[in-house]
T-cell receptor, first 112, second 115 residues
């Protein structure tokens, strides 16, 4: 079992729709969760961080965390073609470890 | 406000040659990380520094790889006797440790091609 799992996609949504990206993780002791966006050929860019159960909203983005289910998601409202990218879920296990463990990413395609 | 910078952005080398990459973190950040990313995969952790101390190393970091952060500012990653399997994007990230939160910001990466 991979430590962080994501559906590789592509996830195709029309412009203006809500895109829902999901991520599960295996280590129940994980403390910190991050979503990065990566355009083709570029480096990861931080979108959101979340540390507590529940929802966290930032503009069109909402991160949702459920530690009991070991599940974290990212919702993108009013999706735009410029949101087309690969979205990487990253997890930091506990305070003793600083490295991030990444999923393979979900490719999102937003069609005009 | 300058972000993380990396140099060079691209490197093409022949198998067996040594290469060195440089990373300059965001100025006040005390933690610096190296990751490697291959096509279709997420970044994989290689090593990290807090100030000048190298605190964690991945098993991916074979004895051909060495990283330094001599004065707690910039860092270098050297790969000796490169192999074709070393071809990847090498990413540097930095963060400022604050309590339990530690958000890593990535540089543009160095794309290595080993012929």
């Amino acid at each position: 079992q991979k430590e962080v799992e994501q559906n590789s996609g592509p996830l195709s949504v029309p412009e203006g729709a809500i895109a829902s990206l999901n991520c599960t993780y295996s280590d129940r002791g994980s403390q910190s969760f991050f979503w990065y966006r990566q355009y083709s050929g570029k480096s990861p860019e931080l979108i959101m961080s979340i540390y507590s159960n529940g929802d966290k909203e930032d503009g069109r983005f909402t991160a949702q965390l459920n530690k009991a289910s070991q599940y974290v998601s990212l919702l993108i409202r009013d999706s735009q073609p410029s949101d087309s990218a690969t979205y990487l879920c990253a997890v930091r296990k506990n305070t003793g470890f600083q490295k991030l463990v990444f999923g393979t990413g979900t490719r999102l395609l937003v069609s005009p | 406000d300058t972000g993380v910078s990396q140099d060079p952005r691209h490197k093409i080398t022949k198998r067996g040659q040594n290469v060195t990459f440089r990373c300059d973190p965001i100025s006040e950040h005390n933690r610096l990380y190296w990751y490697r990313q291959t096509l279709g995969q997420g970044p994989e952790f290689l090593t990290y520094f807090q100030n000048e101390a190298q605190l964690e190393k991945s098993r991916l970091l074979s004895d051909r790889f060495s990283a330094e952060r001599p004065k707690g500012s910039f860092s270098t990653l050297e790969i000796q006797r490169t192999e074709q399997g070393d071809s990847a994007m090498y990413l540097c990230a930095s963060s400022l440790a604050r309590g339990n939160t530690d958000t890593q910001y990535f540089g543009p990466g160095t794309r290595l091609t080993v012929l």
